[in-house]
Protein backbone atom coordinates (compact mmCIF):
# COMPACT_ATOMS: atom_id res chain seq x y z
CA UNK A 1 0.00 0.00 0.00
CA UNK A 2 1.55 3.69 -1.08
CA UNK A 3 0.98 6.14 1.41
CA UNK A 4 1.31 9.99 0.54
CA UNK A 5 2.92 11.01 3.31
CA UNK A 6 5.57 7.96 3.39
CA UNK A 7 8.29 7.65 0.48
CA UNK A 8 10.57 4.49 0.32
CA UNK A 9 13.88 3.87 -1.80
CA UNK A 10 15.43 0.55 -1.70
CA UNK A 11 18.48 -0.72 -3.89
CA UNK A 12 16.44 -1.90 -6.79
CA UNK A 13 14.59 1.26 -7.24
CA UNK A 14 16.42 4.94 -7.55
CA UNK A 15 16.51 7.86 -5.14
CA UNK A 16 13.70 9.64 -4.81
CA UNK A 17 13.80 13.40 -3.50
CA UNK A 18 13.98 13.51 -0.17
CA UNK A 19 13.89 16.39 2.36
CA UNK A 20 14.98 17.77 5.55
CA UNK A 21 13.23 19.51 10.30
CA UNK A 22 10.47 21.64 10.41
CA UNK A 23 7.17 21.21 11.77
CA UNK A 24 6.14 20.56 8.07
CA UNK A 25 2.02 19.22 7.53
CA UNK A 26 1.63 15.80 5.30
CA UNK A 27 -1.13 13.92 4.02
CA UNK A 28 -2.72 11.42 6.31
CA UNK A 29 -3.31 7.61 5.01
CA UNK A 30 -5.02 4.93 7.24
CA UNK A 31 -2.77 1.76 7.26
CA UNK A 32 -4.84 -1.49 7.16
CA UNK A 33 -1.79 -4.13 6.79
CA UNK A 34 1.82 -4.97 7.17
CA UNK A 35 3.20 -3.88 4.01
CA UNK A 36 5.04 -1.24 2.64
CA UNK A 37 5.58 -0.44 -0.82
CA UNK A 38 9.24 -0.55 -1.73
CA UNK A 39 9.18 1.80 -4.40
CA UNK A 40 9.43 5.40 -4.48
CA UNK A 41 6.23 7.53 -4.23
CA UNK A 42 6.04 10.92 -6.44
CA UNK A 43 5.68 13.84 -4.66
CA UNK A 44 3.33 16.58 -5.96
CA UNK A 45 5.79 19.23 -4.99
CA UNK A 46 9.50 19.82 -4.25
CA UNK A 47 10.17 19.69 -1.11
CA UNK A 48 11.52 22.23 0.80
CA UNK A 49 11.35 21.54 4.63
CA UNK A 50 14.14 20.40 7.18
CA UNK A 51 14.62 16.86 8.65
CA UNK A 52 16.09 14.78 11.07
CA UNK A 53 18.26 12.23 9.62
CA UNK A 54 18.21 9.15 11.68
CA UNK A 55 21.15 6.02 10.58
CA UNK A 56 20.16 3.14 11.70
CA UNK A 57 16.42 4.11 12.24
CA UNK A 58 15.04 0.68 11.65
CA UNK A 59 16.26 -1.25 14.61
CA UNK A 60 15.18 -1.53 18.80
CA UNK A 61 15.88 1.87 20.00
CA UNK A 62 16.28 3.53 16.37
CA UNK A 63 12.26 2.68 15.82
CA UNK A 64 11.58 4.56 19.19
CA UNK A 65 13.26 7.34 18.69
CA UNK A 66 11.97 7.52 14.75
CA UNK A 67 8.06 7.78 16.52
CA UNK A 68 9.38 9.89 18.97
CA UNK A 69 10.59 12.51 16.75
CA UNK A 70 7.91 12.17 14.42
CA UNK A 71 5.64 12.83 17.65
CA UNK A 72 8.07 15.75 18.49
CA UNK A 73 6.65 17.56 15.22
CA UNK A 74 10.16 16.66 13.46
CA UNK A 75 10.42 15.23 9.85
CA UNK A 76 12.25 12.44 9.65
CA UNK A 77 14.72 10.34 7.18
CA UNK A 78 15.69 7.05 7.59
CA UNK A 79 18.65 5.46 6.65
CA UNK A 80 19.02 1.44 7.17
CA UNK A 81 20.33 -1.73 5.40
CA UNK A 82 17.70 -3.46 6.97
CA UNK A 83 20.73 -5.88 8.02
CA UNK A 84 19.42 -6.34 11.50
CA UNK A 85 15.55 -4.64 11.09
CA UNK A 86 12.71 -5.58 9.14
CA UNK A 87 11.11 -3.38 6.10
CA UNK A 88 7.40 -3.91 8.35
CA UNK A 89 9.05 -2.11 11.56
CA UNK A 90 8.44 1.50 8.90
CA UNK A 91 5.10 0.46 8.43
CA UNK A 92 4.41 0.03 11.83
CA UNK A 93 6.16 3.19 12.73
CA UNK A 94 4.00 5.02 9.89
CA UNK A 95 0.68 3.50 11.99
CA UNK A 96 1.68 4.52 15.24
CA UNK A 97 2.24 7.97 13.97
CA UNK A 98 -1.08 8.43 11.91
CA UNK A 99 -3.23 6.95 14.96
CA UNK A 100 -0.95 9.76 17.42
CA UNK A 101 -1.62 12.96 15.19
CA UNK A 102 -5.41 12.00 14.10
CA UNK A 103 -6.00 11.60 17.65
CA UNK A 104 -4.42 15.00 18.10
CA UNK A 105 -6.49 16.46 14.88
CA UNK A 106 -3.44 17.62 13.46
CA UNK A 107 -1.47 17.05 10.48
CA UNK A 108 1.60 14.22 10.69
CA UNK A 109 5.16 15.40 10.16
CA UNK A 110 6.91 13.63 6.60
CA UNK A 111 8.67 10.01 6.73
CA UNK A 112 11.40 8.72 4.40
CA UNK A 113 13.20 5.83 3.95
CA UNK A 114 16.15 4.66 1.94
CA UNK A 115 17.63 1.58 2.37
CA UNK A 116 21.40 1.54 2.43
CA UNK A 117 24.38 1.29 4.41
CA UNK A 118 25.26 4.54 6.07
CA UNK A 119 28.81 3.59 4.66
CA UNK A 120 27.68 3.46 1.03
CA UNK A 121 28.94 5.89 -1.69
CA UNK A 122 24.96 6.44 -1.78
CA UNK A 123 25.04 8.01 1.30
CA UNK A 124 26.42 11.38 -1.03
CA UNK A 125 23.74 11.74 -4.01
CA UNK A 126 20.94 11.31 -0.96
CA UNK A 127 22.55 14.11 1.07
CA UNK A 128 22.99 16.10 -2.18
CA UNK A 129 19.55 16.72 -2.35
CA UNK A 130 19.29 18.46 0.60
CA UNK A 131 22.15 20.17 -0.04
CA UNK A 132 21.19 24.32 0.17
CA UNK A 133 23.06 27.23 -1.83
CA UNK A 134 26.38 27.70 0.24
CA UNK A 135 27.42 30.86 1.96
CA UNK A 136 30.77 32.77 1.28
CA UNK A 137 33.00 34.80 3.48
CA UNK A 138 36.66 36.03 3.26
CA UNK A 139 36.43 33.81 -0.26
CA UNK A 140 35.51 30.75 2.21
CA UNK A 141 32.35 28.51 1.14
CA UNK A 142 30.53 27.22 3.55
CA UNK A 143 27.83 24.50 2.73
CA UNK A 144 24.37 24.56 4.40
CA UNK A 145 21.82 21.94 4.24
CA UNK A 146 18.40 20.90 5.25
CA UNK A 147 19.66 18.26 7.35
CA UNK A 148 19.15 19.59 10.62
CA UNK A 149 20.95 17.23 12.73
CA UNK A 150 21.83 13.33 12.62
CA UNK A 151 21.55 10.62 14.99
CA UNK A 152 23.89 7.67 14.52
CA UNK A 153 22.46 3.92 15.40
CA UNK A 154 24.37 2.17 12.90
CA UNK A 155 26.79 0.46 15.05
CA UNK A 156 27.53 -3.30 15.58
CA UNK A 157 26.35 -3.67 18.90
CA UNK A 158 27.37 -7.66 20.41
CA UNK A 159 30.25 -7.64 23.02
CA UNK A 160 30.38 -10.91 21.81
CA UNK A 161 30.43 -11.21 18.28
CA UNK A 162 33.25 -8.24 18.34
CA UNK A 163 35.35 -10.97 20.53
CA UNK A 164 35.07 -12.85 17.77
CA UNK A 165 34.96 -11.34 14.96
CA UNK A 166 37.29 -7.61 16.02
CA UNK A 167 38.20 -6.53 12.25
CA UNK A 168 34.15 -6.29 11.50
CA UNK A 169 33.68 -3.82 14.49
CA UNK A 170 36.42 -1.80 13.60
CA UNK A 171 35.49 -2.06 10.31
CA UNK A 172 31.81 -0.60 10.83
CA UNK A 173 32.50 1.27 14.21
CA UNK A 174 35.24 3.13 13.47
CA UNK A 175 36.12 3.22 9.73
CA UNK A 176 32.41 4.08 9.01
CA UNK A 177 31.98 6.45 11.69
CA UNK A 178 35.23 8.55 10.36
CA UNK A 179 33.67 8.41 6.59
CA UNK A 180 30.17 9.35 7.92
CA UNK A 181 31.09 12.37 9.39
CA UNK A 182 33.72 13.43 6.27
CA UNK A 183 31.00 13.26 4.44
CA UNK A 184 28.59 14.88 6.74
CA UNK A 185 31.21 17.60 7.54
CA UNK A 186 31.32 18.17 3.18
CA UNK A 187 27.83 18.90 2.99
CA UNK A 188 28.11 21.55 6.06
CA UNK A 189 26.00 18.97 8.49
CA UNK A 190 27.65 19.45 12.08
CA UNK A 191 24.75 18.78 15.01
CA UNK A 192 25.17 14.95 15.28
CA UNK A 193 23.88 12.44 18.12
CA UNK A 194 26.04 9.45 19.14
CA UNK A 195 24.67 6.36 20.11
CA UNK A 196 27.41 5.23 22.64
CA UNK A 197 27.48 3.19 25.59
CA UNK A 198 28.22 2.31 29.40
CA UNK A 199 31.04 -0.29 27.82
CA UNK A 200 33.43 2.93 27.53
CA UNK A 201 33.57 2.72 31.22
CA UNK A 202 35.31 -0.53 31.16
CA UNK A 203 36.64 -1.76 34.46
CA UNK A 204 35.49 0.86 36.64
CA UNK A 205 32.65 0.11 36.42
CA UNK A 206 33.34 -3.02 39.05
CA UNK A 207 33.56 -0.49 41.02
CA UNK A 208 30.64 -1.03 42.62
CA UNK A 209 29.00 2.49 42.78
CA UNK A 210 27.28 4.86 40.14
CA UNK A 211 29.20 6.10 36.95
CA UNK A 212 29.62 9.73 36.47
CA UNK A 213 30.37 11.21 32.99
CA UNK A 214 33.81 12.21 34.44
CA UNK A 215 34.82 8.31 34.69
CA UNK A 216 35.78 8.11 30.98
CA UNK A 217 36.83 11.60 29.94
CA UNK A 218 38.44 12.55 26.52
CA UNK A 219 40.22 15.50 27.65
CA UNK A 220 40.83 17.27 31.31
CA UNK A 221 38.23 17.39 33.40
CA UNK A 222 38.33 19.68 36.40
CA UNK A 223 35.35 18.68 39.61
CA UNK A 224 35.28 19.70 42.90
CA UNK A 225 34.08 17.19 45.79
CA UNK A 226 31.88 17.44 48.58
CA UNK A 227 34.68 19.07 50.99
CA UNK A 228 35.43 21.72 48.06
CA UNK A 229 38.72 20.69 46.95
CA UNK A 230 39.22 20.50 43.75
CA UNK A 231 40.43 17.13 41.00
CA UNK A 232 41.50 16.79 37.90
CA UNK A 233 40.76 13.89 35.95
CA UNK A 234 43.27 12.99 33.20
CA UNK A 235 41.74 11.71 29.36
CA UNK A 236 41.76 7.81 29.40
CA UNK A 237 39.98 4.35 30.25
CA UNK A 238 40.76 1.12 31.90
CA UNK A 239 40.06 -2.26 31.49
CA UNK A 240 37.59 -2.38 28.47
CA UNK A 241 36.50 -5.67 28.18
CA UNK A 242 35.70 -6.40 24.56
CA UNK A 243 36.08 -4.60 21.20
CA UNK A 244 32.80 -3.62 21.22
CA UNK A 245 33.60 -1.41 24.05
CA UNK A 246 37.09 0.12 22.28
CA UNK A 247 34.97 0.91 19.22
CA UNK A 248 32.34 3.06 21.35
CA UNK A 249 35.36 4.23 23.55
CA UNK A 250 37.69 5.16 20.02
CA UNK A 251 34.11 6.59 18.75
CA UNK A 252 33.65 9.21 21.29
CA UNK A 253 37.20 10.35 21.30
CA UNK A 254 37.10 10.94 17.73
CA UNK A 255 34.04 13.00 18.07
CA UNK A 256 35.56 14.76 21.02
CA UNK A 257 39.31 15.63 18.83
CA UNK A 258 36.71 16.43 15.90
CA UNK A 259 34.85 18.85 18.20
CA UNK A 260 38.57 20.87 19.12
CA UNK A 261 39.48 20.87 15.70
CA UNK A 262 36.25 22.62 14.38
CA UNK A 263 33.82 23.80 17.03
CA UNK A 264 31.27 24.78 14.75
CA UNK A 265 30.40 21.19 15.67
CA UNK A 266 28.01 20.53 18.01
CA UNK A 267 28.04 16.56 19.39
CA UNK A 268 26.55 14.90 22.00
CA UNK A 269 27.48 11.29 23.24
CA UNK A 270 24.79 9.40 24.68
CA UNK A 271 26.22 6.44 26.83
CA UNK A 272 23.16 4.01 27.10
CA UNK A 273 23.22 1.48 29.73
CA UNK A 274 20.45 -1.44 29.36
CA UNK A 275 17.22 -0.62 27.32
CA UNK A 276 14.96 -2.49 27.96
CA UNK A 277 10.86 -2.84 27.01
CA UNK A 278 8.82 -1.90 24.35
CA UNK A 279 6.28 0.64 22.65
CA UNK A 280 3.16 0.04 25.00
CA UNK A 281 0.97 -0.91 21.88
CA UNK A 282 3.05 -4.00 21.13
CA UNK A 283 4.02 -3.37 17.64
CA UNK A 284 7.46 -2.03 18.54
CA UNK A 285 9.36 -4.01 20.17
CA UNK A 286 13.18 -5.92 20.02
CA UNK A 287 12.84 -7.76 17.27
CA UNK A 288 16.10 -8.41 15.34
CA UNK A 289 16.90 -10.16 12.29
CA UNK A 290 20.44 -11.27 13.89
CA UNK A 291 20.69 -13.95 17.39
CA UNK A 292 19.69 -11.08 20.11
CA UNK A 293 21.94 -10.61 22.64
CA UNK A 294 20.28 -8.41 25.04
CA UNK A 295 18.85 -9.66 27.78
CA UNK A 296 14.86 -9.55 27.73
CA UNK A 297 14.42 -10.61 23.98
CA UNK A 298 16.70 -13.62 25.17
CA UNK A 299 14.12 -14.27 28.23
CA UNK A 300 11.61 -13.72 25.26
CA UNK A 301 12.83 -16.41 23.34
CA UNK A 302 12.53 -18.95 26.00
CA UNK A 303 9.35 -18.09 27.03
CA UNK A 304 8.34 -18.83 22.99
CA UNK A 305 9.97 -21.70 23.56
CA UNK A 306 12.62 -21.09 20.60
CA UNK A 307 15.37 -21.35 23.58
CA UNK A 308 15.11 -24.34 26.30
CA UNK A 309 15.97 -22.01 29.23
CA UNK A 310 17.94 -18.69 29.93
CA UNK A 311 21.53 -18.92 30.57
CA UNK A 312 22.59 -16.40 33.82
CA UNK A 313 26.11 -15.55 33.27
CA UNK A 314 27.85 -15.72 36.85
CA UNK A 315 26.20 -15.98 39.97
CA UNK A 316 29.11 -15.27 41.96
CA UNK A 317 29.10 -11.20 41.02
CA UNK A 318 29.70 -9.08 44.46
CA UNK A 319 25.99 -8.36 44.47
CA UNK A 320 22.85 -9.09 46.78
CA UNK A 321 22.01 -12.08 44.49
CA UNK A 322 25.34 -13.21 42.99
CA UNK A 323 23.64 -12.18 39.33
CA UNK A 324 24.96 -8.84 37.29
CA UNK A 325 23.26 -6.00 38.05
CA UNK A 326 22.52 -3.62 35.32
CA UNK A 327 21.01 -0.11 35.12
CA UNK A 328 17.75 -0.90 32.99
CA UNK A 329 16.45 2.36 30.85
CA UNK A 330 12.63 1.95 29.41
CA UNK A 331 13.32 1.96 25.27
CA UNK A 332 10.66 5.03 25.25
CA UNK A 333 12.45 6.83 28.30
CA UNK A 334 15.69 6.08 25.98
CA UNK A 335 14.27 7.87 22.58
CA UNK A 336 12.97 10.62 24.38
CA UNK A 337 16.66 11.25 25.91
CA UNK A 338 17.66 11.13 22.63
CA UNK A 339 15.29 14.03 21.45
CA UNK A 340 16.31 16.29 24.59
CA UNK A 341 19.58 15.65 23.36
CA UNK A 342 18.98 16.42 19.89
CA UNK A 343 17.49 20.07 20.72
CA UNK A 344 20.21 20.88 23.00
CA UNK A 345 22.69 20.35 20.40
CA UNK A 346 20.63 21.93 17.82
CA UNK A 347 19.92 24.83 19.89
CA UNK A 348 23.76 25.45 20.83
CA UNK A 349 22.89 24.38 24.27
CA UNK A 350 25.91 21.59 24.89
CA UNK A 351 28.20 22.62 26.97
CA UNK A 352 31.67 22.91 24.36
CA UNK A 353 31.42 21.54 21.16
CA UNK A 354 31.50 17.81 22.68
CA UNK A 355 29.32 16.51 25.45
CA UNK A 356 29.08 13.29 27.17
CA UNK A 357 25.82 11.98 28.95
CA UNK A 358 24.72 9.13 30.88
CA UNK A 359 21.10 7.70 29.60
CA UNK A 360 20.15 5.66 32.46
CA UNK A 361 17.77 5.34 35.44
CA UNK A 362 20.06 5.58 38.14
CA UNK A 363 18.52 2.43 39.54
CA UNK A 364 20.25 -0.98 39.15
CA UNK A 365 18.52 -4.28 38.98
CA UNK A 366 19.95 -7.91 39.20
CA UNK A 367 19.10 -10.33 36.31
CA UNK A 368 17.10 -12.38 38.76
CA UNK A 369 15.00 -9.44 39.34
CA UNK A 370 14.51 -8.85 35.60
CA UNK A 371 13.90 -12.55 35.44
CA UNK A 372 10.87 -12.20 37.84
CA UNK A 373 9.44 -9.20 36.90
CA UNK A 374 8.44 -10.79 33.35
CA UNK A 375 7.82 -13.99 34.92
CA UNK A 376 5.39 -12.14 37.12
CA UNK A 377 3.68 -10.14 34.74
CA UNK A 378 2.84 -13.40 32.21
CA UNK A 379 1.92 -15.54 34.78
CA UNK A 380 4.66 -17.86 33.65
CA UNK A 381 8.17 -20.56 34.98
CA UNK A 382 10.44 -19.32 33.19
CA UNK A 383 13.53 -22.04 32.88
CA UNK A 384 16.77 -20.42 34.29
CA UNK A 385 20.29 -22.37 33.96
CA UNK A 386 22.99 -20.19 35.97
CA UNK A 387 26.43 -20.65 33.89
CA UNK A 388 29.57 -19.38 34.24
CA UNK A 389 30.76 -15.73 33.68
CA UNK A 390 30.91 -14.53 29.87
CA UNK A 391 33.94 -13.06 28.28
CA UNK A 392 33.87 -9.04 28.25
CA UNK A 393 31.24 -8.75 31.42
CA UNK A 394 30.88 -6.92 34.47
CA UNK A 395 29.34 -7.07 37.81
CA UNK A 396 27.77 -3.74 37.96
CA UNK A 397 26.61 -0.97 36.11
CA UNK A 398 24.75 1.45 36.97
CA UNK A 399 24.42 5.53 35.65
CA UNK A 400 24.78 8.72 37.73
CA UNK A 401 22.77 10.52 35.50
CA UNK A 402 22.69 14.11 37.45
CA UNK A 403 24.00 15.85 34.14
CA UNK A 404 21.55 14.43 31.68
CA UNK A 405 18.72 16.21 34.19
CA UNK A 406 20.46 18.73 34.72
CA UNK A 407 21.78 19.74 30.84
CA UNK A 408 19.17 18.40 29.10
CA UNK A 409 15.95 18.89 31.29
CA UNK A 410 15.51 15.26 30.74
CA UNK A 411 14.90 12.08 33.11
CA UNK A 412 13.18 8.50 32.80
CA UNK A 413 9.68 7.89 33.90
CA UNK A 414 9.41 3.84 33.36
CA UNK A 415 10.02 1.20 36.08
CA UNK A 416 10.84 -2.02 34.98
CA UNK A 417 7.62 -3.64 35.88
CA UNK A 418 6.46 -1.04 33.12
CA UNK A 419 9.36 -2.60 30.57
CA UNK A 420 8.07 -6.26 31.73
CA UNK A 421 4.60 -5.41 30.74
CA UNK A 422 5.15 -3.88 27.50
CA UNK A 423 7.41 -6.29 26.49
CA UNK A 424 4.70 -9.34 27.47
CA UNK A 425 2.55 -6.78 25.37
CA UNK A 426 4.83 -7.14 22.01
CA UNK A 427 4.73 -10.96 22.58
CA UNK A 428 1.15 -11.60 22.83
CA UNK A 429 0.64 -9.13 19.71
CA UNK A 430 2.82 -11.18 18.06
CA UNK A 431 1.53 -14.55 18.67
CA UNK A 432 -1.98 -13.30 17.48
CA UNK A 433 -0.51 -11.94 13.97
CA UNK A 434 0.73 -15.99 14.03
CA UNK A 435 -2.56 -17.12 14.97
CA UNK A 436 -4.61 -14.90 13.00
CA UNK A 437 -8.13 -14.15 13.49
CA UNK A 438 -10.72 -16.19 14.18
CA UNK A 439 -14.12 -16.98 12.46
CA UNK A 440 -15.88 -14.11 14.17
CA UNK A 441 -13.48 -11.91 13.70
CA UNK A 442 -11.73 -11.48 16.63
CA UNK A 443 -7.71 -12.45 17.76
CA UNK A 444 -6.80 -15.38 18.79
CA UNK A 445 -5.26 -15.82 22.58
CA UNK A 446 -1.48 -16.39 22.71
CA UNK A 447 -0.27 -19.89 23.42
CA UNK A 448 2.91 -19.27 24.64
CA UNK A 449 5.17 -21.96 25.59
CA UNK A 450 7.99 -22.81 27.84
CA UNK A 451 10.59 -25.25 26.32
CA UNK A 452 11.00 -28.02 28.01
Known sequence: MSHPHLEVSSPSSPASPLSPLSFASSLDTAITNDTVDENNLTLDAPDTESYVLVVGGLGYIGSHTVLELLKADYNVLILDDLSNAYLTVLHRIQKLATEYFNNQKRSMPSLKFHE????????????????????????????????????????????????????????????????????????????????????????????????????????????????????????????????????????????????????????????????????????????????????IPVIANVMRGKSPALKIFGTDWDTTDGTAVRDFIHVVDLARGHISALAAAIGGKIQGSFRTFNLGSGQGHSVCEVLRSLEKVSEMKIPADRVGRRDGDVGFCVAEVSRAREELGWSTEKSLDDSARDVWNFMKGEQRQEDGPVQDGTARMPELKIGA
Open 116 to 295: TDYRSPVVKSILSQYALPSTWSLDQETPRSRIAGVIHFAAFKSVEESIRQPLRYYSNNISGLIEFTSTLEDFGIKTFVFSSSATVYGSVANNGVPLKEEYCSHEPITTVDESGRQQTTPPGVSGLTSPYGRTKWMAEAILSDLAIADPEWSIAALRYFNPVGCHESGLLGDDPRQKPTNL
